[in-house]
């Protein structure tokens, strides 16, 4: 296979919470209008954290759906999420699956990824992915669901893959290298998340786990990165 010479692509950490531009900033819908105001270049995903659903009403969750629907359409705004399921935190699980349920449909609807968080709950959000297949039909889903901070098995991130072509898993430094070894290239991407770690030591660390350079990692993220939020060709 001959050399790939073409420029280093310019790497999008996949997930942050870290207000900064280069990288999916993961913000509540509270704050996009100050951030779109004042760093109109800012690239953000918007969502409702299941931690966020601890304690809330059923007119409070439809109120920050209703807050997430007016800013997800905006075009600083290219992912809705992190949504999920938290087996440890956040409102009993028919609260969280409801929130992510809405969050799904309105990925769907406005064409823009779903950035997921999930915590000892995969199996839940993977029968959720096969039920809204069948909720959403003819076309069922069409977005790509990326698994940010993936840390399960080899086996988990397999069956995760195996749903839709359109599944992703982003890693960041800690990760289970069994896992990030079973990942297929066309399918992983690399983040920060809430590590003081700049992205481009995250494509070390991962390139030293996968015997790959730095520049290779580089290359692969950013590439299902731009195809994702597209920006790729």
Known sequence: MSEDISPIPLLTDCHTHRKCEGAIVCVDPTEVAGLVAGCPSMLLSVGIHPWDTAGITAD??????????????????????????????????????????????????????????????????????????????????????IWHG???????????????????????SRHNQAALSAIPPDRLLIETDDSALPIREVAGVVAAALA????????????????????GE
């Open 60 to 145: 409070e969750l439809a109120e920050k759906i209703n807050r997430l629907e007016s800013v997800a359409s905006l075009p600083q705004v290219v992912a809705i999420g992190e949504a999920g399921l938290d087996g440890l935190r956040g409102g009993d699980a028919g609260v969280q699956t409801e929130a992510l349920r809405s969050q799904i449909i309105l990925s769907e609807r406005v064409g823009k990824p779903l950035i997921l968080h999930v915590v000892r709950s995969g199996h839940r959000v993977m029968a959720l992915c096969r039920e809204m297949e069948r909720v959403l039909k003819p076309a069922g889903l069409r977005q790509p669901w």
């Open 150 to 172: 993936f840390r399960g098995g080899a086996e988990e991130a397999a069956r995760f893959l195996a749903l839709r072509k359109e599944n992703y898993i982003s890693v960041g």
């Open 212 to 231: 790959l350079t730095e520049e290779e990692v580089v290359r692969i993220a950013s590439r299902n990165l731009d195809r994702i939020i597209g920006r």
